[in-house]
T-cell receptor, first 111, second 109 residues
Framework: DGGITQSPKYLFRKEGQNVTLSCEQN?????MYWYRQDPGQGLRLIYY???????QKGDIAEGYSVSREKKESFPLTVTSAQKNPTAFYLC??????????FGAGTRLSVL | GQQVMQIPQYQHVQEGEDFTTYCNSS?????IQWYKQRPGGHPVFLIQ?????EVKKQKRLTFQFGEAKKNSSLHITATQTTDVGTYFC?????????FGGGTRLMVKP
């Protein structure tokens, strides 16, 4: 059953804490992306990666970090530098310039 | 940078009525992708439009790409309660998929 798996579904962050969101895909897609969605808003690109060991900043990369050590995995770390992290985080993958397949998302809240 | 605007932001319709959402840009769009996001869910790809003036249909959904490639629209004929959700257009320029703000469709049975 091919797809994108994000975990956890819900995550709570304490002030000053770094948290990591997991994203795994078994679609053999080259490109992977992280988007942030705020209530009633569109999606904004945080980071993207076209190939293993390479990634690029999107529109709102400040306070976030990523790694792409394996084709299947693209974890996102929300660092303590991100002062307003409460949002819905969506991971996606695609063939090059193709339509995005999205995971089910992680809802992050601040305690 | 590139901005993609969608109108309206919200639309309430009676079941059976038609619905249209519009996607506009001040600059030429590369190609347009449309997604649907059900409440509490994640975006699901619907269609991609590439050519100027292109029209594509999926059952009750009709997608158009403007002649100047600066706008696009999604029209739903005879809405059903299953059409509820937010519809997003996105400009697919290179690796950067720039999303519009979405139109949230609510359907009264």
């Amino acid at each position: 059953d091919g797809g994108i798996t994000q975990s956890p579904k819900y995550l709570f962050r304490k002030e000053g804490q770094n948290v990591t969101l997991s994203c795994e895909q078994n679609l053999n897609h080259d490109a992977m992306y992280w988007y942030r969605q705020d209530p009633g808003q569109g999606l904004r690109l945080i980071y993207y990666s076209q190939i293993v060991n390479d990634f690029q900043k999107g529109d709102i990369a400040e306070g976030y970090s990523v790694s792409r050590e394996k084709k299947e995995s693209f974890p996102l770390t929300v660092t303590s530098a991100q002062k307003n992290p409460t949002a819905f985080y969506l991971c996606a993958s695609s063939p090059r310039q193709g339509p995005r397949d999205f995971g089910a998302g992680t809802r992050l809240s601040v305690l | 940078g590139q901005q993609v605007m969608q109108i309206p932001q919200y639309q309430h319709v009676q079941e059976g009525e038609d619905f249209t959402t519009y996607c506009n840009s001040s600059t030429t769009l590369s190609n347009i992708q449309w997604y649907k996001q059900r409440p509490g869910g994640h975006p699901v790809f619907l269609i991609q439009l590439v050519k100027s003036g292109e029209v594509k249909k999926q059952k009750r959904l009709t997608f158009q790409f403007g002649e100047a490639k600066k706008n696009s629209s999604l029209h739903i004929t005879a809405t059903q309660t299953t059409d509820v959700g937010t519809y997003f257009c996105a400009d697919n320029a290179g690796n950067m998929l720039t999303f519009g703000g979405g139109t949230r469709l609510m359907v009264k049975p």
